[in-house]
Nanobody, 127 residues
Framework: VQLQASGGGLVQAGGSLRLACAAS????????MGWFRQAPGKEREFVAA????????YYGDPVKGRFNISRDNAKNTVYLQMNELKPEDTAVYYC?????????????????????WGQGTLVTVSS
């Protein structure tokens, strides 16, 4: 099982990037998928999550209204469209997979909920 994140890079403030996370080794169609980020010297922060059906999506407060998470189960891929990027969005972005969601309060935002993690992709937003 591998999660491969891609799409990071350098962008100016106000710009957009689209991250992708591809799962290999098996299908992830029943998994909760999430994106987290970690900036230098800071703790890992929840960004967004999407249920297996794609019906429910969740976002961290700093990215609400700017980021959009989606998934294509046929391609075993989850996406994070990031718009109106700000310098404070600069971080390494990680995708993660939760095989058996607990559905406890705010479960989707807890790193310990997730079973597998990708290697991360760096997003740098210049001012």
């Amino acid at each position: 099982v591998q999660l491969q994140a891609s799409g990071g890079g350098l962008v100016q403030a106000g710009g957009s990037l689209r991250l992708a996370c591809a799962a290999s080794g098996r299908t992830f169609s029943r998994s909760l998928m999430g994106w987290f980020r970690q900036a230098p010297g800071k703790e890992r922060e929840f960004v967004a999550a999407i249920t297996w059906s794609g019906i429910s999506t969740y976002y961290g407060d700093p990215v609400k209204g700017r980021f959009n998470i989606s998934r294509d189960n046929a391609k075993n891929t989850v996406y994070l469209q990031m718009n109106e990027l700000k310098p404070e969005d600069t971080a390494v972005y990680y995708c993660a997979e939760d095989l058996n969601p607990s559905y406890s309060s705010s479960y989707y935002s807890e790193p310990y909920e997730y079973n597998y993690w990708g290697q991360g992709t760096l997003v740098t937003v210049s001012s």
